[in-house]
């Protein structure tokens, strides 16, 4: 029968090619002439349409159905809540504008107790497939999903093959990157919101913090004690507008507003 149904569909093919006004549909005979003239179509296109709809319910009802497929296992339970839509946004916005602050929302998100969110778990992975302290630190905020989906996506794997953290690596897991600022504005890490955006913005103002301070003015907000950062924005949003240091201002209070938003979003649910 399926030698005959195959036969047909290769004439059926050839007519279609050729157009029925050039060529009669094949007379299939059979089950599938029987189903055909029971339609009792009058032209050569109805008939051949019809032939057509027989000849590919009879193919597809002669296919064999293939081995049971396992079903696909889910990752290990994990109990911690997913972290918010608005912390998922947050750190596509930190990654695009402002990555010296990754460390910090993945560190956060972990020691708040919040998992990573399923839609943001591949990104993560894939961001850090380098860096063991930060592969590291992504696996731990992903949880059990992690190894379901390297298992299942091998791209999110590491690079090369895997290896233990070394010691110096492990006392780095809990700890934000050191970032280098001159010791002149050290003192500022531990000062208040108002002091930080103070010496800022003064130094903005008159010439001394320019476009080439950009990266210690930087690390340094993105060091300093987050309770003053939405004092550090108002004091910066404050700079002259006639000041040469307005764009640098606005840049800087850009960081300052992610920052407090960020740690906000990821406040203990």
Known sequence: MSTDVDT?????????????DRRDPPDPGGP???LVADAVRTDAS???????????????????????????RPPEPDDRPPCTPAAVARWHHVTTSWPVLEDEWVLTCVEQGWRVAAELAPALLRRHRRNAVRRARAVAAVG???AWLVEHLPELDVVGRPRPLSPVEFEQLGELPALPIPPELSWLLDATGSEVGGVVAIGLENGDFAEPHRAVLVNLLARCVPGGLVDVAEVLDAVDRRSSGRPLAISLGDLATTRAR??????AP
């Open 262 to 267: 960020m740690l906000d979003e990821l406040s």
């Open 8 to 20: 047909l569909w290769r004439d059926l093919v050839t007519a279609a090619l050729l157009g029925s």
């Open 32 to 34: 599938v002439g029987d």
């Open 46 to 72: 109805s008939r051949m349409l019809a032939t057509v709809a027989a000849c590919v319910a009879v193919r597809r009802a002669g296919v064999r159905p293939g081995s049971p497929v396992e079903p696909l």
């Open 144 to 146: 059990p999903t992690a």
